[in-house]
């Protein structure tokens, strides 16, 4: 037994000095994302789009003199921390070049600190919105494509003024995403000069929300913002609220967004509105339009997220020159923002051929891609209200 | 006015509601102090068993809905009610001839006989998960509200409002009338005098020639109907989901215990204790104080006990505390 261990390790290490030797002609790179658990339903569509921006540039035959880029999907499991460690260091061990993920805040983190930076691995997630990872240090590492949450607060602070809203009852599913979503809308709303009379936690998965709600209708305010799940506690207590009087209109921010909410509230949530992550870049329709043809959905949480992330780790490669992560890292803000030509979805390997001849791109990709800060998307977003029982777009921040 | 005001505000968000659950967590409380004085043992399956009863209705209401059979104004899960509690007679008669009479027949000691309706438990939660899928189940249909809280509003010219949901109106009345046929049942019928005969001493109830598979199944037919009628009305009330089913089984086993286990009275009595505890240490006073004080008094902060977020650690504490200064209960439990 311990002879075929030893065996099989000594295959695994040879057979990944072998795939670093493969530079040249073959890339790799590792989406990291909860294939199983509670995103699970995002993440095929996720993973699809991430691949598409592989094919694409293997067609196009213009990385670093017509490299392949080749997948290797892990799970994370959303909020296993020890799985998604292991498969990160699997992957590791396979020989990737970067690593697109992982997708949820909590997982993200692990990944990062316990494989990404002490094997000096690049990352570039998603999905993951917590705002604790602006802060995390990540030695230059880590970037997302997807906006903080700190960032949503301020959207919200602001919708909520416009609105003529002075004060707001808070309450958020009691988890990372949650609470950093619940502080990031407090610290706006007050720093824009409303009054949140009170911040209360609830579970999710419980059948009975009266109690909440009988503190949340005691402490007042003109509106009550639900910052948790639309097929979890958010919608229980919705429902409660409404049906107690409490509160007739509700703040929804993203994870309250979706079809099945004013489906299953019915007519009492109109009137109610709240803004999710989204953009009205051009790129977006045109990758709705490229996932369409490849029979997945383009318009999918997160999808043309993936698409991006992927996509600016081989433009950064090109840029740099090297599939090396320590090359490549610094690059990524390069391309993602401007000068520099502008980049949509479907015109990478036209993107490929600039940075080959040593011009300058500004990619702009499904979700009008901007990094700022600590290598984070701006962020763009589009404003709901709910309208005879549908989500309908406002405008877009 | 103003204590009109503090009284209706005080009535909407506690009253009801803890009314409502309470009635909720006594006829399940009720089903677990039965096992518990007849057969002398803690069913854990109970939380399962309602969730069980409470699928065969939602599916008999769905084929209803589908043959556009309603109930008026009442939800038809009422008219699918029967199904429910016949089928689930049937599982719970099954599990017994299956499970529970071979340790019955072995006179397994009552600690053996609480892990096997872990088993059960476990058994049946798949079941239900297995037919019916994990997810939140939506089956309340017809008027929603007895009085909303906007036309409450609007008859009284009060500021605030008070809102009575149908479901809760049904959960009361029902509770009611099952709570009066039950005893009526247990004190005046031959069958229930048996049954509390056998629960008291089951040598003596043998030799007076009680015969005793017939007194463990009535108490399955009885507990089978109370899980049925206790799952649909917290489904109706609130929303059918079998993991909170399963959850349920805390707050019961507290109300059954707290009102002394094994005394139908205390079972009754510790539902509303525990339903009404909960929703009034963690509610936040400031609405009502508001309204009552004089207003250079009122208060500027939540006036809130405890956050809500220790809902459930109320329960736990009241079982603690009845627990180490009354162990029978507070209506002192035969048979503890």
Redesign the interface.
Known sequence: MKKLMTATAAIALTAGTAFADGHGKEIKLGVLLGFTGPIESLTAAMGTGAEMAMDEVTASGKLLGGAKVTSIRADTGCIDNGLAVANGEKLIADGVNGIVGGDCSGVTGAILQNVAIPNGMVMISPSATSPGLSTMEDNGLFFRTSPSDAREGQVMAEILQERDIKSIALTYTNNDYGKGLADAIKTSFEGVGGEVTIVAAHEDGKGDYSAEVASLASAGGDILVVAGYLDQGGLGIIQSALDSGAYETFGLPGGMIGDSLPKNVGSDLDGSFGQIAGSDSKGAEVFAELAKAKGFDGTSAYAPESYDAAALFLLAMQAAGSSNPADYGAKIMDVANAPGEPINPGELGKALEILATGGEIDYQGATGVELIGPGESAGSYREIEVKDGVNATVKFR | MELLNALV?FT???GV??IA?GSQLAIGALGVTLVYSVLRFSNFAHGDTMAFGTMVTILVTWLFQGAGISFGPLPTALLALPFGIAVTMGLVLFTDRTVYRFYREQKAKPVVFVMVSLGVMFMMNGLVRFIIGP??Q?FADGE??II???D??KMTGLDE???I?TSQGITVVTAIIVVALLFWFLNKTRTGKSMRAYSDNEDLALLSGINPERVVMYTWLIVATLATIAGVL?GLD??F?P???F??LLPIFASAIVGGLGSPIGAIAGGFIIAFS??TI???????ATYVLPETMAPDG?V?LL???Y?FAVSFAILIIVLLFKPTGIFKGKSV
């Open positions: 505000a909407n968000f506690v509601p803890a659950y997810g939140d939506r929603r509200f909303s809280a906007r409450f509003k409002g008070l809102a949901k917290y609130k929303s989901k993991f909170t089913y959850q349920l909960e929703v963690t509610y936040a006073w400031k609405k009502v939540l809130q956050s809500t977020d809902k």
